[in-house]
Protein backbone atom coordinates (compact mmCIF):
# COMPACT_ATOMS: atom_id res chain seq x y z
CA UNK A 1 0.00 0.00 0.00
CA UNK A 2 1.33 3.59 -0.80
CA UNK A 3 2.74 5.11 2.45
CA UNK A 4 1.04 8.23 1.51
CA UNK A 5 -3.16 7.12 1.38
CA UNK A 6 -2.31 5.36 4.27
CA UNK A 7 -1.47 7.87 6.14
CA UNK A 8 -4.49 10.52 4.36
CA UNK A 9 -7.08 7.72 5.01
CA UNK A 10 -6.28 7.43 8.29
CA UNK A 11 -6.34 11.41 8.83
CA UNK A 12 -9.92 11.58 7.38
CA UNK A 13 -11.47 8.65 10.10
CA UNK A 14 -9.88 10.20 12.62
CA UNK A 15 -11.89 13.61 11.54
CA UNK A 16 -14.98 11.87 10.94
CA UNK A 17 -15.08 9.62 14.42
CA UNK A 18 -14.14 13.40 16.24
CA UNK A 19 -17.18 15.10 14.00
CA UNK A 20 -19.35 12.33 15.18
CA UNK A 21 -18.01 12.05 18.85
CA UNK A 22 -18.18 15.81 19.17
CA UNK A 23 -22.06 16.04 17.30
CA UNK A 24 -23.28 13.17 19.34
CA UNK A 25 -21.98 14.87 22.70
CA UNK A 26 -23.82 17.77 22.23
CA UNK A 27 -27.28 16.60 21.05
CA UNK A 28 -29.43 17.34 24.52
CA UNK A 29 -31.72 14.24 23.63
CA UNK A 30 -29.06 11.75 23.64
CA UNK A 31 -27.74 10.79 27.65
CA UNK A 32 -24.16 11.21 27.81
CA UNK A 33 -24.41 6.95 29.01
CA UNK A 34 -26.18 5.95 25.53
CA UNK A 35 -22.70 6.73 24.25
CA UNK A 36 -21.32 3.17 23.48
CA UNK A 37 -17.59 2.73 25.01
CA UNK A 38 -16.77 0.63 22.17
CA UNK A 39 -17.35 4.11 20.07
CA UNK A 40 -14.96 6.03 22.66
CA UNK A 41 -12.68 3.33 22.28
CA UNK A 42 -12.59 3.27 18.27
CA UNK A 43 -11.98 7.36 18.64
CA UNK A 44 -9.01 6.74 20.85
CA UNK A 45 -7.88 3.65 19.25
CA UNK A 46 -8.04 6.34 15.81
CA UNK A 47 -5.22 8.68 17.59
CA UNK A 48 -2.90 6.01 18.21
CA UNK A 49 -3.38 4.84 14.45
CA UNK A 50 -2.78 8.23 13.10
CA UNK A 51 -0.14 9.04 15.60
CA UNK A 52 1.68 5.60 14.29
CA UNK A 53 1.07 6.67 10.73
CA UNK A 54 2.34 10.03 10.90
CA UNK A 55 5.49 7.82 12.40
CA UNK A 56 5.36 5.78 9.75
CA UNK A 57 5.67 8.47 7.34
CA UNK A 58 8.51 9.47 8.51
CA UNK A 59 10.53 6.32 8.64
CA UNK A 60 9.42 6.25 4.84
CA UNK A 61 10.65 9.08 4.03
CA UNK A 62 13.95 8.57 5.68
CA UNK A 63 13.91 4.81 4.00
CA UNK A 64 13.23 6.75 0.36
CA UNK A 65 16.06 9.05 1.54
CA UNK A 66 18.74 6.21 2.47
CA UNK A 67 17.56 4.83 -0.31
CA UNK A 68 18.22 7.53 -2.81
CA UNK A 69 21.54 7.75 -1.52
CA UNK A 70 22.60 4.42 -1.34
CA UNK A 71 21.49 4.10 -5.52
CA UNK A 72 23.70 7.57 -5.77
CA UNK A 73 26.56 5.69 -4.30
CA UNK A 74 25.80 2.79 -6.13
CA UNK A 75 26.15 4.25 -9.05
CA UNK A 76 29.62 6.15 -8.29
CA UNK A 77 31.05 3.43 -7.44
CA UNK A 78 30.29 1.30 -10.47
CA UNK A 79 31.16 4.31 -12.68
CA UNK A 80 34.40 4.18 -10.59
CA UNK A 81 34.67 0.56 -11.90
CA UNK A 82 33.50 1.06 -15.02
CA UNK A 83 36.16 3.93 -16.05
CA UNK A 84 39.04 2.94 -13.66
CA UNK A 85 41.86 3.60 -15.84
CA UNK A 86 43.46 -0.33 -14.66
CA UNK A 87 41.71 -3.07 -15.72
CA UNK A 88 39.05 -5.25 -12.68
CA UNK A 89 38.22 -8.61 -12.73
CA UNK A 90 36.51 -10.39 -9.99
CA UNK A 91 36.96 -14.56 -10.27
CA UNK A 92 36.13 -17.39 -7.77
CA UNK A 93 39.38 -19.25 -6.65
CA UNK A 94 38.95 -21.49 -9.51
CA UNK A 95 39.84 -18.02 -11.41
CA UNK A 96 36.33 -18.29 -13.09
CA UNK A 97 35.02 -14.80 -14.01
CA UNK A 98 32.35 -13.20 -12.73
CA UNK A 99 32.55 -9.39 -13.34
CA UNK A 100 35.13 -7.09 -15.26
CA UNK A 101 35.17 -3.84 -15.70
CA UNK A 102 35.26 -2.03 -19.65
CA UNK A 103 38.86 -1.42 -18.89
CA UNK A 104 39.86 -5.15 -18.93
CA UNK A 105 37.38 -6.04 -21.56
CA UNK A 106 39.32 -3.24 -23.47
CA UNK A 107 42.88 -4.36 -22.60
CA UNK A 108 41.37 -8.41 -23.74
CA UNK A 109 40.01 -7.12 -26.52
CA UNK A 110 36.36 -8.87 -26.00
CA UNK A 111 33.21 -7.80 -24.69
CA UNK A 112 32.19 -7.73 -21.26
CA UNK A 113 29.44 -10.30 -21.87
CA UNK A 114 32.00 -12.44 -22.94
CA UNK A 115 34.66 -12.24 -20.50
CA UNK A 116 31.90 -13.27 -17.59
CA UNK A 117 32.57 -17.59 -16.88
CA UNK A 118 35.28 -17.68 -18.67
CA UNK A 119 38.53 -18.90 -17.16
CA UNK A 120 41.17 -16.22 -16.28
CA UNK A 121 44.06 -18.45 -17.61
CA UNK A 122 42.38 -18.28 -21.11
CA UNK A 123 44.21 -15.19 -21.63
CA UNK A 124 47.33 -16.35 -20.45
CA UNK A 125 49.98 -17.05 -22.54
CA UNK A 126 50.19 -20.89 -22.91
CA UNK A 127 53.88 -21.66 -21.35
CA UNK A 128 52.57 -19.48 -18.06
CA UNK A 129 49.38 -21.19 -17.50
CA UNK A 130 51.17 -23.98 -15.06
CA UNK A 131 52.48 -20.62 -13.44
CA UNK A 132 48.85 -18.97 -12.83
CA UNK A 133 47.32 -22.05 -11.09
CA UNK A 134 49.47 -22.98 -8.85
CA UNK A 135 49.61 -18.85 -7.74
CA UNK A 136 45.57 -19.67 -7.51
CA UNK A 137 45.81 -22.76 -5.06
CA UNK A 138 48.82 -20.17 -2.92
CA UNK A 139 45.92 -17.08 -2.95
CA UNK A 140 43.22 -19.01 -1.10
CA UNK A 141 45.89 -20.21 1.23
CA UNK A 142 47.43 -16.86 1.59
CA UNK A 143 46.18 -13.29 2.79
CA UNK A 144 49.04 -11.57 1.28
CA UNK A 145 48.63 -9.21 -1.79
CA UNK A 146 50.08 -11.08 -4.91
CA UNK A 147 52.08 -9.43 -7.92
CA UNK A 148 52.18 -11.25 -10.72
CA UNK A 149 54.41 -10.28 -14.00
CA UNK A 150 52.65 -12.41 -17.02
CA UNK A 151 52.07 -11.90 -20.65
CA UNK A 152 48.21 -11.81 -21.54
CA UNK A 153 47.07 -12.66 -24.98
CA UNK A 154 44.00 -10.40 -26.74
CA UNK A 155 41.24 -12.07 -28.63
CA UNK A 156 42.22 -12.03 -31.93
CA UNK A 157 45.35 -9.26 -30.92
CA UNK A 158 48.86 -9.34 -29.69
CA UNK A 159 50.71 -10.61 -26.68
CA UNK A 160 50.99 -7.76 -24.14
CA UNK A 161 53.15 -7.72 -20.51
CA UNK A 162 50.42 -7.11 -17.43
CA UNK A 163 51.03 -6.27 -13.94
CA UNK A 164 48.66 -8.66 -11.75
CA UNK A 165 47.86 -7.03 -8.35
CA UNK A 166 45.56 -9.91 -6.79
CA UNK A 167 43.88 -10.76 -3.04
CA UNK A 168 41.77 -13.21 -1.86
CA UNK A 169 38.43 -11.94 -0.27
CA UNK A 170 37.25 -14.63 2.54
CA UNK A 171 33.96 -14.91 4.45
CA UNK A 172 33.19 -14.62 8.17
CA UNK A 173 35.01 -18.35 8.60
CA UNK A 174 37.71 -17.04 6.83
CA UNK A 175 37.53 -18.64 4.15
CA UNK A 176 38.56 -18.03 0.20
CA UNK A 177 34.82 -16.97 -1.68
CA UNK A 178 36.43 -15.07 -4.78
CA UNK A 179 39.50 -13.25 -5.78
CA UNK A 180 40.01 -9.98 -7.05
CA UNK A 181 42.38 -9.13 -9.94
CA UNK A 182 44.14 -6.04 -11.22
CA UNK A 183 44.88 -5.48 -14.34
CA UNK A 184 47.66 -3.44 -15.68
CA UNK A 185 49.26 -3.29 -19.45
CA UNK A 186 53.38 -2.43 -18.76
CA UNK A 187 54.41 -3.37 -22.34
CA UNK A 188 55.27 0.65 -22.80
CA UNK A 189 57.43 0.39 -19.10
CA UNK A 190 59.33 -2.86 -20.43
CA UNK A 191 60.03 -1.58 -23.59
CA UNK A 192 61.31 1.29 -22.22
CA UNK A 193 63.20 -0.45 -19.55
CA UNK A 194 64.75 -2.93 -22.22
CA UNK A 195 65.73 -0.07 -23.88
CA UNK A 196 67.45 1.19 -20.96
CA UNK A 197 69.56 -1.87 -20.29
CA UNK A 198 70.75 -1.55 -24.07
CA UNK A 199 71.37 2.11 -23.85
CA UNK A 200 73.26 1.36 -20.67
CA UNK A 201 74.97 -1.54 -21.72
CA UNK A 202 78.55 0.16 -20.14
CA UNK A 203 76.58 0.07 -16.63
CA UNK A 204 79.39 -2.01 -15.85
CA UNK A 205 82.00 0.48 -17.81
CA UNK A 206 81.83 2.77 -15.35
CA UNK A 207 82.72 1.07 -12.04
CA UNK A 208 86.45 0.79 -11.37
CA UNK A 209 88.18 -2.87 -12.48
CA UNK A 210 89.65 -5.20 -10.71
CA UNK A 211 92.22 -7.11 -12.24
CA UNK A 212 93.41 -10.46 -10.92
CA UNK A 213 96.11 -12.76 -11.97
CA UNK A 214 95.69 -16.36 -13.58
CA UNK A 215 95.72 -18.49 -10.23
CA UNK A 216 95.17 -15.52 -7.63
CA UNK A 217 92.09 -15.98 -5.53
CA UNK A 218 89.50 -13.38 -5.67
CA UNK A 219 88.55 -11.82 -2.29
CA UNK A 220 84.27 -12.93 -1.36
CA UNK A 221 82.34 -10.04 0.73
CA UNK A 222 79.07 -10.98 1.85
CA UNK A 223 77.67 -7.77 0.86
CA UNK A 224 79.23 -7.46 -2.73
CA UNK A 225 78.47 -9.20 -6.27
CA UNK A 226 81.29 -9.42 -8.75
CA UNK A 227 80.31 -9.33 -12.46
CA UNK A 228 83.36 -10.86 -14.60
CA UNK A 229 83.92 -8.16 -17.84
CA UNK A 230 86.74 -10.60 -18.92
CA UNK A 231 87.96 -13.84 -18.60
CA UNK A 232 87.21 -16.89 -16.36
CA UNK A 233 86.62 -17.67 -12.73
CA UNK A 234 86.44 -21.04 -10.77
CA UNK A 235 83.80 -21.51 -7.78
CA UNK A 236 85.14 -24.41 -6.11
CA UNK A 237 84.13 -25.98 -1.94
CA UNK A 238 86.08 -28.13 -0.14
CA UNK A 239 84.86 -31.74 1.34
CA UNK A 240 84.90 -33.47 4.29
CA UNK A 241 87.96 -35.26 3.10
CA UNK A 242 89.83 -31.83 2.13
CA UNK A 243 89.24 -32.29 -1.76
CA UNK A 244 88.25 -29.50 -4.30
CA UNK A 245 84.73 -29.48 -5.77
CA UNK A 246 83.80 -27.13 -8.88
CA UNK A 247 80.63 -26.15 -8.61
CA UNK A 248 80.85 -23.36 -10.99
CA UNK A 249 82.56 -21.36 -13.70
CA UNK A 250 81.73 -17.96 -14.33
CA UNK A 251 82.47 -16.43 -17.91
CA UNK A 252 82.36 -13.10 -19.03
CA UNK A 253 78.99 -11.65 -18.35
CA UNK A 254 78.24 -13.88 -15.69
CA UNK A 255 78.24 -13.02 -11.58
CA UNK A 256 79.50 -14.86 -8.30
CA UNK A 257 79.52 -14.12 -5.46
CA UNK A 258 79.31 -15.12 -1.76
CA UNK A 259 75.52 -13.88 -0.65
CA UNK A 260 74.67 -16.00 -4.18
CA UNK A 261 75.33 -19.41 -2.31
CA UNK A 262 74.79 -21.01 1.36
CA UNK A 263 77.69 -22.73 1.64
CA UNK A 264 80.01 -22.44 4.33
CA UNK A 265 83.29 -22.93 2.39
CA UNK A 266 83.27 -20.95 -1.27
CA UNK A 267 86.26 -19.90 -3.33
CA UNK A 268 86.72 -17.83 -6.46
CA UNK A 269 89.77 -18.41 -8.07
CA UNK A 270 91.12 -16.95 -11.65
CA UNK A 271 91.72 -19.72 -14.03
CA UNK A 272 92.46 -16.85 -16.69
CA UNK A 273 94.00 -13.30 -16.32
CA UNK A 274 90.32 -11.75 -15.45
CA UNK A 275 88.47 -8.15 -15.37
CA UNK A 276 85.92 -7.94 -12.41
CA UNK A 277 83.30 -5.06 -11.15
CA UNK A 278 82.41 -5.13 -7.83
CA UNK A 279 78.28 -4.12 -7.10
CA UNK A 280 77.00 -4.07 -3.58
CA UNK A 281 73.90 -6.14 -3.02
CA UNK A 282 71.76 -3.15 -1.75
CA UNK A 283 72.10 -1.44 -4.95
CA UNK A 284 69.89 -4.20 -7.08
CA UNK A 285 66.84 -3.82 -5.34
CA UNK A 286 66.55 -0.02 -5.96
CA UNK A 287 67.50 0.14 -9.07
CA UNK A 288 65.24 -1.63 -12.26
CA UNK A 289 68.45 -1.22 -14.72
CA UNK A 290 70.66 -3.29 -12.47
CA UNK A 291 67.77 -5.94 -11.46
CA UNK A 292 66.65 -6.48 -15.30
CA UNK A 293 70.62 -6.75 -15.88
CA UNK A 294 71.64 -9.04 -13.44
CA UNK A 295 68.63 -10.89 -13.36
CA UNK A 296 69.62 -13.35 -16.26
CA UNK A 297 72.62 -13.23 -14.83
CA UNK A 298 71.92 -14.96 -11.86
CA UNK A 299 69.23 -17.87 -13.68
CA UNK A 300 72.30 -18.58 -16.26
CA UNK A 301 74.52 -19.52 -13.06
CA UNK A 302 71.84 -21.46 -11.29
CA UNK A 303 71.50 -23.44 -14.53
CA UNK A 304 75.47 -23.89 -15.06
CA UNK A 305 74.77 -25.47 -11.00
CA UNK A 306 72.30 -28.11 -12.29
CA UNK A 307 74.17 -29.21 -15.13
CA UNK A 308 77.30 -29.70 -12.65
CA UNK A 309 75.19 -31.75 -10.23
CA UNK A 310 73.62 -33.72 -12.78
CA UNK A 311 76.79 -34.89 -13.90
CA UNK A 312 78.72 -35.64 -11.04
CA UNK A 313 75.27 -37.11 -10.13
CA UNK A 314 76.40 -39.80 -12.95
CA UNK A 315 77.40 -43.19 -11.63
CA UNK A 316 80.83 -43.72 -13.85
CA UNK A 317 83.41 -41.74 -13.75
CA UNK A 318 83.87 -41.79 -17.39
CA UNK A 319 79.97 -40.99 -18.04
CA UNK A 320 80.68 -37.82 -15.64
CA UNK A 321 83.93 -37.28 -17.85
CA UNK A 322 82.06 -37.53 -21.40
CA UNK A 323 79.20 -35.34 -20.08
CA UNK A 324 81.64 -32.75 -18.58
CA UNK A 325 83.62 -32.45 -21.90
CA UNK A 326 79.85 -31.88 -23.76
CA UNK A 327 78.83 -29.24 -21.07
CA UNK A 328 82.45 -27.64 -21.50
CA UNK A 329 82.05 -27.80 -25.11
CA UNK A 330 78.99 -25.69 -25.35
CA UNK A 331 79.93 -22.75 -22.41
CA UNK A 332 83.84 -21.95 -24.00
CA UNK A 333 84.47 -24.25 -27.09
CA UNK A 334 84.94 -22.48 -30.24
CA UNK A 335 85.20 -23.71 -33.75
CA UNK A 336 89.18 -24.76 -35.38
CA UNK A 337 90.01 -26.93 -38.14
CA UNK A 338 90.10 -29.87 -36.13
CA UNK A 339 87.23 -29.96 -34.39
CA UNK A 340 86.02 -27.34 -31.16
CA UNK A 341 88.64 -26.36 -29.30
CA UNK A 342 88.02 -25.31 -25.30
CA UNK A 343 89.61 -21.60 -25.31
CA UNK A 344 90.62 -21.82 -21.18
CA UNK A 345 93.35 -24.64 -20.42
CA UNK A 346 91.76 -27.16 -17.76
CA UNK A 347 93.99 -29.06 -15.73
CA UNK A 348 93.42 -32.97 -14.70
CA UNK A 349 93.59 -31.53 -11.23
CA UNK A 350 90.37 -29.10 -12.14
CA UNK A 351 88.34 -31.83 -14.46
CA UNK A 352 88.69 -34.20 -11.57
CA UNK A 353 87.23 -31.71 -9.31
CA UNK A 354 84.27 -31.47 -11.21
CA UNK A 355 84.06 -34.84 -12.19
CA UNK A 356 83.79 -36.11 -8.18
CA UNK A 357 87.17 -38.14 -9.00
CA UNK A 358 90.73 -38.39 -8.49
CA UNK A 359 93.38 -36.56 -10.69
CA UNK A 360 95.02 -39.96 -11.19
CA UNK A 361 91.83 -41.31 -12.92
CA UNK A 362 90.78 -38.23 -15.15
CA UNK A 363 94.74 -38.66 -16.18
CA UNK A 364 93.84 -42.69 -17.37
CA UNK A 365 90.73 -41.47 -18.59
CA UNK A 366 91.68 -38.72 -21.07
CA UNK A 367 94.67 -40.53 -22.22
CA UNK A 368 92.09 -43.54 -22.90
CA UNK A 369 89.82 -40.75 -24.91
CA UNK A 370 93.06 -39.51 -26.65
CA UNK A 371 94.11 -42.77 -28.06
CA UNK A 372 90.12 -43.34 -29.29
CA UNK A 373 90.53 -39.87 -31.48
CA UNK A 374 87.86 -38.51 -29.40
CA UNK A 375 90.04 -35.67 -27.88
CA UNK A 376 93.32 -34.18 -28.84
CA UNK A 377 95.76 -31.24 -27.44
CA UNK A 378 97.16 -27.82 -29.45
CA UNK A 379 100.85 -26.84 -28.60
CA UNK A 380 99.00 -24.64 -25.09
CA UNK A 381 97.47 -27.56 -24.12
CA UNK A 382 94.03 -26.66 -24.73
CA UNK A 383 91.73 -29.88 -25.05
CA UNK A 384 90.40 -30.22 -28.37
CA UNK A 385 86.68 -32.46 -28.89
CA UNK A 386 86.57 -34.22 -32.17
CA UNK A 387 83.52 -36.99 -31.70
CA UNK A 388 82.16 -36.03 -28.81
CA UNK A 389 78.12 -36.86 -29.73
Not at 11 to 30: F, G, N, V, Y
Not at 355 to 376: A, D, F, N, Y
Amino acid sequence: MNIEKFVQRTEILHKRLADLHQTASLLPWISPDLLPEAFKELHNTSKVVQLAAEELYQQNEELVKARNWLEAERHYYQDLFELAPDGYLVTNTEGIIQEANLTAAKLLNVSKHFLLGKPIVNFVLLEERQQVRNELIQLSQSDKVKELLIRLQQRYGELFYAALTVTAVRNQQGKAISLRWMVRNITQRQQLESAKVKDKSDIFNNRPLHKYDKGETIPLNPLVIWYVSQGLVKLSTYCETGEEVLIGLATAGMVFGSSLTSLNIYQATALTDIDVVSIYATEVSPSTTLSHTLLPKIKQRLQQTESFLAISGRRRVQDRLQHLLQFLKREMGETVPEGTRLNVRFTHEDIASACCTTRVTVTRLMGKLQEEGIISFDLKKHIILRNID
